[in-house]
């Protein structure tokens, strides 16, 4: 069974930077995708970066130029450097895993695919 499990989530101040983790139980080297999501209070759950198998990597706008994605494929742990955070950046993040065919194919940064893995999910808090 397929199991993904983010870590390093906390609280951080405005301008600081956290790094996210998020280990997979399976080789993910030939997952269409992987992707980080997150999920404020009160909103749905947005995407915010993507990672293709090719190393190809897309960005949300309201992460670009402040959040890094990138993937260990020998650890099959995959990462998110979150620098320069602001409190709007306050949220649960979540990885995700795709296979198959895209969902959002005209939407480079989601990784939504036929099949989809989850984690839990580790929460982020950031402070003015």
Known sequence: QENLVESGGGSVQAGGSL???CAASYDTTDSLCM???RQAAGREREPIARIDSDGTTNYAN???????????NAENTLYLQM??????DTARYFCAAAEGAEAFPGEKYICIGENN???QGTHVTVSS
Do not use: A
């Open 19 to 21: 790094r996210l983790s």
């Open 83 to 88: 620098n320069s955070p602001k409190p709007e």
């Open 35 to 37: 992707g980080w999501f």
């Open 117 to 119: 893995y989850w984690g």
């Open 62 to 72: 309201s992460v670009k130029g402040r959040f890094t994605i990138s993937k260990d």
